[in-house]
């Protein structure tokens, strides 16, 4: 019986295999994560959230003002 192509699983493409493999963890990463909080799993994605989130902003505060769309910063 044939499958559905769009229920059928995809194979990831060469590039999507080296994204993935650049951010590839661990378990041992993740055991790290997990004790750095004291086991608390709650704790753990809390404290992941807001790291992403200190990324995410420095990423926004060093991208150019018409990327992001914000009114460019006067010149001294």
């Keep these: 019986m044939p499958?559905?192509?769009i229920l059928a699983p995809s194979r990831p493409s060469r590039s999507a295999d080296a994204e993935r493999a650049?951010?590839?963890v661990s378990e041992q990463d993740i055991d790290d994560?997990?004790?750095a909080c004291a086991g608390d799993a709650r704790a753990?994605?809390?404290a992941l959230l807001v790291a992403y989130a200190m990324l995410e902003r420095e990423m926004s505060l060093r991208a150019s003002a018409g990327f992001v769309r914000?009114?460019?910063r006067p010149r001294r």
């Design 3 to 5: 499958q559905d192509p």
């Design 33 to 35: 994560a997990i004790a």
């Design 70 to 72: 914000r009114p460019a």
């Design 44 to 46: 753990t994605i809390r």
């Design 22 to 24: 650049d951010f590839d």
